[in-house]
């Protein structure tokens, strides 16, 4: 089976090789990404709802369904199957684009490009006729281009054939489930239900019953998890780690997974007391199932993004109404800093949550939702959030509750949320001193142990320097004037910040008089608290202020809720055409400015031209909605054009942000892996902070070098070194230094020992 994979790959490799063949290959293979995917079951959905047809939108939400279930499959089959592509696997390798090297087994694009054709075609037959042929197309230009064997690229089209088949059923289950629905209620006998077969054809009776049939709505839940898998989780590890702050949690996770030692957190072999080790140890456990690459270090935000919207929508339902809380859900996460924290190894997404949980939980208590035994979640996420982040989480929190309760005592608001020692009844005190326990427990025991091995240097960094000199501003690189804030939550927060000065005005009040009211004023006091706590520092950075979103999506989802009830667009006329006069112009400048730039960007206007024509319409297919009193299809539109501007955010832009040295110190960590034995030295001399990610890829630590004298000190007598550089540095290095690798501008050099 092994020759003939061979001998079909060289057939088609170089077998058909010809110039003319090469660009018809690659729009080929560029069919099959995840991006024009999706772009397809958009185009079927948005059409589905314009025709106000059932079988497009149900087309396109199959579409969907396919490409979120691929990604999906594609991140967990590649990380059991570690079979090498190739140009790994053989030395005649043609390749036309830019050339892979991660895990081969089984081809992406051809599994998702079989499985959105096969989803779609089960309810347009005749859509079959121009899909599955380009998916045919697309699984043979991945051979041509050098970036699967034949066998890759059968599999997955098996695969994906058989996830289209699941994603269609699951969409015609529903249709069927409401058609039983609606005909119970009206009375109207149907014969037959809409099912699909591995076929993916209908009966007749199947057809007239379902032409017969009033569409139903997909549920709003179904649509708002579809979407944070789509946002968060789709093509999680495709591009490189970026940034300083990824590369130094994932490099402390993996030094955590590697050694065993989950109490002294490490980077490069240093003790690193940035931060606490609860998202280290999620990210090495994340690291022991998935192994060493991105998609394992950032899974355990974008699950930490799914639960805070999940959470937001289960307090908005419970505070006010389940029309509350799913718009609360979207909100959250359709707004702009959402993606980044999402999809980056952060720990603001796992911070913020365990924030929105503890005080969650106590206005639950407080209003009376929740028993007394409500504070045992209250505690336990206060102290799940000093491990998170520090003590910030404890002085947020707890800031929050007495400004909320010095405004309900001010106001002769007679119940207290925290309960008198003096009172003896046991439903009272029992559950808060059960739940103080609780918190000791959980936060102690870390912070002692750590201490305890660090002969008290844990407390003089952390503690001393990370938080309260920082906070002074002894951080010049993060200092930042008191007013930083006010854009940054504007345009982190958009477009729902656009209505959050209309909720303020509209539903904010110092008395309130009923549930809504309180939980208005809760949400303000919240948001306010954490911005004004921050902007107090001096040290700031914009993902900071992140725990103020989650009660904005409340405040802007109690405002669209009220203007839903009532039936008044007049509560959000002016807001939404704010929304769309910052849309026009951060649109135009988009589509402008990508094709004007003084040094222009290789693909950038493949995404920004894209991003700017979903921020347009959305925001424009919204105002035109909510000034005809349809304010759900406004609500939607403004949803679906930030998800389309998130999407090609994720699924393009990333990629192309990535180019350069983030992708260099993925390629060159790699090589270092490869070539260098255990006992070598490896420095990385006069580099950017953009390669800091060379440690997590080379899975060793890299010694860090910037002036001659301290390359000259890394060298040990009687070892072989590696040193990484750039091109410009080459002669810097000590004399007989030979080149064995070159990436672009960079390269891998070996020292030996004689030659010192």
Same mark, same amino acid.
């Given at each position: 089976?092994?020759?003939?994979?061979?001998?079909?790959?060289?057939?088609?490799?170089?077998?058909?090789?010809?110039?003319?063949?090469? &660009?018809?290959?690659?729009?080929?293979?560029?069919?099959?990404?995840?991006?024009?995917?999706?772009?397809?079951?958009?185009?079927?959905?948005? !059409?589905?709802?314009?025709?106000?047809?059932?079988?497009?939108?149900?087309?396109?939400?199959?579409?969907?369904?396919?490409?979120?279930?691929?990604?999906?499959?594609?991140?967990? #089959?590649?990380?059991?199957?570690?079979?090498?592509?190739?140009?790994?696997?053989?030395?005649?390798?043609?390749?036309?684009?830019?050339?892979?090297?991660?895990? %081969?087994?089984?081809?992406?694009?051809?599994?998702?490009?079989?499985?959105?054709?096969?989803?779609?075609?089960?309810?347009?037959?005749?859509? *079959?006729?121009?899909?599955?042929?380009?998916?045919?197309?697309?699984?043979?230009? *991945?051979?041509?281009? %050098?970036?699967?064997?034949?066998?890759?690229?059968?599999?997955?089209?098996?695969?994906?054939?058989?996830?289209?088949?699941?994603?269609?059923?699951?969409?015609?289950?529903?249709?069927?489930?409401?058609?039983?629905?609606?005909?119970?209620?009206?009375?109207?006998?149907?014969?037959?239900?809409?099912?699909?077969?591995?076929?993916?054809?209908?009966?007749?009776?199947?057809?007239?019953?379902?032409?017969?049939? &009033?569409?139903?709505?997909?549920?709003?839940?179904?649509?708002?998890?579809?979407?944070?898998?789509?946002?968060?989780?789709?093509?999680?590890?495709?591009?490189?780690?970026?940034?300083?702050?990824?590369?130094?949690?994932?490099?402390?996770?993996?030094?955590?997974?590697?050694?065993?030692?989950?109490?002294?957190?490490?980077?490069?072999?240093?003790?690193?007391?940035?931060?606490?080790?609860?998202?280290?140890?999620?990210? !090495?456990?994340?690291?022991?199932?998935?192994?060493?690459?991105?998609?394992?270090?950032?899974?355990?935000?974008?699950?930490?993004?799914? #639960?805070?919207?999940?959470?937001?929508?289960?307090?908005?339902?419970?505070?006010?109404?389940?029309?509350?809380?799913?718009?609360?859900?979207?909100?959250?996460?359709?707004?702009?800093?959402?993606?980044?924290?999402?999809?980056?190894?952060?720990?603001?997404?796992?911070?913020?949550?365990?924030?929105?949980?503890?005080?969650?939980?106590?206005?639950?208590? $407080?209003?009376?939702?929740?028993?007394?035994?409500?504070?045992?979640?209250?505690?336990?996420?206060?102290?799940?959030?000093?491990?998170?982040?520090?003590?910030?989480?404890?002085?947020?929190?707890?800031?929050?509750?007495?400004?909320?309760?010095?405004?309900?005592?001010? *106001?002769?608001?007679?119940?207290?949320?925290?309960?008198?020692?003096?009172?003896?009844?046991?439903?009272?005190?029992? &559950?808060?001193?059960?739940?103080?326990?609780?918190?000791?427990?959980?936060?102690?025991?870390?912070?002692?142990?750590?201490?305890?091995?660090?002969?008290?240097?844990?407390?003089?960094?952390?503690?001393? $320097?990370?938080?309260?000199?920082?906070?002074? %501003?002894?951080?010049?690189? $993060?200092?930042?004037?008191?007013?930083?804030?006010?854009?940054?939550?504007?345009?982190?927060?958009?477009?729902?910040?656009?209505?959050?000065?209309?909720?303020?005005?509209?539903?904010?009040?110092?008395?309130?008089?009923?549930?809504?009211?309180?939980?208005?004023?809760?949400?303000?006091?919240?948001?306010?608290?954490?911005?004004?706590?921050?902007?107090?520092?001096?040290?700031?950075?914009?993902?900071?202020?992140?725990?103020?979103?989650?009660?904005?999506?409340?405040?802007?989802?109690?405002?669209?809720?009220?203007?839903?009830?009532?039936?008044?667009?007049?509560?959000?006329?002016?807001?939404?055409?704010?929304?769309?006069?910052?849309?026009?112009?951060?649109?135009?400048?988009?589509?402008?400015?990508?094709?004007?730039?003084?040094?222009?960007?290789?693909?950038?206007?493949?995404?920004?031209?894209?991003? %700017?024509?979903?921020?347009?319409?959305?925001?424009?297919?919204?105002?035109?909605?909510?000034?005809?009193?349809?304010?759900?299809?406004?609500?939607?539109?403004?949803?679906?054009?930030?998800?389309?501007?998130?999407?090609?955010?994720?699924?393009?832009?990333?990629?192309?942000?990535?180019?350069?040295?983030?992708?260099?110190?993925?390629?060159?960590?790699?090589?270092?892996?490869?070539?260098?034995?255990?006992?070598?030295?490896?420095?990385?001399?006069?580099?950017?902070?953009?390669?800091?990610?060379? &440690?997590?890829?080379?899975?060793?630590?890299?010694?860090?070098?910037?002036?001659?004298?301290?390359?000259?000190? !890394?060298?040990?007598?009687?070892?072989?070194?590696?040193?990484?550089?750039?091109?410009?540095?080459?002669?810097?290095?000590?004399?007989?230094?030979?080149?064995?690798?070159?990436?672009?501008?960079?390269?891998?050099?070996?020292?030996?020992?004689?030659?010192?």
């Amino acid at each position: 089976m092994l020759e003939l994979d061979v001998t079909l790959f060289k057939l088609i490799n170089t077998g058909l090789a010809s110039p003319w063949l090469d &660009p018809v290959m690659r729009v080929a293979t560029a069919l099959g990404t995840g991006a024009a995917q999706t772009a397809l079951s958009l185009a079927l959905l948005t !059409a589905g709802w314009i025709r106000e047809s059932a079988r497009l939108r149900r087309a396109g939400w199959a579409g969907l369904a396919a490409c979120v279930f691929s990604c999906l499959a594609i991140a967990v #089959l590649k990380s059991i199957w570690s079979r090498p592509r190739p140009l790994l696997a053989l030395f005649d390798v043609r390749i036309v684009g830019d050339p892979l090297f991660t895990n %081969g087994f089984p081809s992406g694009h051809t599994l998702t490009a079989w499985a959105v054709a096969v989803a779609c075609g089960a309810f347009i037959p005749r859509l *079959r006729f121009l899909l599955i042929p380009i998916s045919v197309l697309t699984g043979v230009s *991945r051979v041509y281009v %050098g970036a699967h064997f034949p066998l890759d690229v059968i599999f997955g089209a098996a695969f994906g054939a058989i996830l289209g088949i699941s994603c269609a059923r699951l969409i015609a289950r529903d249709a069927a489930s409401a058609s039983k629905a609606t005909t119970s209620a009206t009375g109207v006998g149907v014969s037959g239900t809409v099912g699909i077969g591995v076929s993916g054809t209908r009966s007749r009776n199947d057809l007239q019953s379902a032409s017969a049939k &009033p569409a139903r709505r997909i549920p709003a839940g179904l649509i708002l998890a579809l979407l944070c898998l789509a946002l968060f989780f789709a093509r999680l590890g495709a591009t490189p780690l970026m940034g300083l702050d990824e590369a130094l949690y994932a490099e402390a996770a993996r030094e955590m997974a590697a050694s065993g030692d989950y109490i002294v957190p490490r980077y490069n072999g240093e003790p690193f007391f940035d931060k606490p080790p609860l998202a280290y140890w999620l990210q !090495a456990a994340s690291i022991k199932a998935f192994g060493v690459d991105s998609f394992a270090v950032r899974l355990p935000s974008a699950m930490a993004a799914s #639960l805070l919207v999940a959470l937001v929508v289960a307090l908005g339902t419970k505070l006010h109404s389940r029309r509350t809380g799913l718009p609360a859900g979207f909100a959250l996460a359709t707004a702009i800093y959402t993606l980044p924290l999402a999809r980056l190894c952060s720990l603001d997404q796992l911070f913020t949550l365990t924030i929105t949980a503890a005080l969650g939980c106590f206005l639950l208590v $407080h209003l009376g939702l929740w028993s007394r035994w409500g504070w045992l979640g209250f505690w336990a996420a206060t102290g799940l959030s000093l491990l998170a982040k520090g003590p910030a989480g404890a002085v947020l929190i707890f800031a929050v509750i007495a400004v909320f309760v010095a405004i309900d005592r001010a *106001r002769g608001q007679t119940p207290s949320p925290i309960p008198q020692i003096a009172n003896p009844r046991s439903q009272v005190v029992v &559950p808060f001193a059960a739940g103080l326990l609780l918190f000791v427990l959980i936060a102690a025991p870390w912070y002692v142990l750590v201490q305890r091995e660090t002969g008290g240097a844990f407390l003089r960094e952390f503690i001393v $320097h990370q938080n309260l000199q920082r906070a002074m %501003g002894e951080d010049f690189a $993060h200092n930042a004037p008191f007013w930083f804030y006010l854009p940054i939550y504007l345009a982190g927060f958009f477009p729902w910040s656009s209505f959050v000065p209309a909720a303020c005005i509209g539903l904010v009040r110092l008395r309130p008089t009923d549930r809504t009211g309180r939980t208005a004023l809760f949400a303000a006091v919240w948001a306010a608290v954490v911005i004004v706590v921050f902007s107090i520092s001096k040290s700031k950075l914009p993902n900071y202020i992140y725990p103020a979103y989650p009660p904005s999506a409340l405040l802007v989802a109690l405002l669209w809720s009220r203007a839903m009830e009532e039936r008044d667009p007049a509560v959000i006329r002016r807001s939404t055409l704010a929304a769309v006069v910052i849309s026009a112009v951060l649109g135009t400048a988009m589509i402008v400015g990508a094709r004007s730039l003084p040094k222009p960007v290789p693909g950038l206007p493949t995404a920004l031209i894209p991003m %700017g024509l979903f921020l347009l319409v959305g925001s424009v297919a919204a105002w035109v909605f909510v000034r005809s009193g349809r304010l759900i299809r406004g609500f939607a539109s403004l949803c679906c054009g930030m998800a389309g501007f998130m999407l090609i955010a994720a699924l393009i832009g990333a990629p192309i942000a990535a180019q350069g040295d983030y992708t260099a110190a993925a390629k060159l960590g790699r090589e270092i892996k490869r070539i260098a034995g255990s006992s070598d030295t490896v420095i990385a001399y006069s580099l950017s902070q953009q390669t800091r990610a060379l &440690p997590f890829y080379a899975e060793r630590p890299v010694l860090l070098a910037y002036t001659p004298s301290e390359l000259r000190a !890394a060298l040990r007598p009687g070892e072989a070194a590696f040193i990484i550089t750039q091109l410009k540095h080459f002669r810097d290095l000590p004399p007989g230094s030979e080149i064995q690798q070159r990436h672009r501008q960079h390269l891998i050099c070996r020292l030996q020992p004689r030659q010192r």
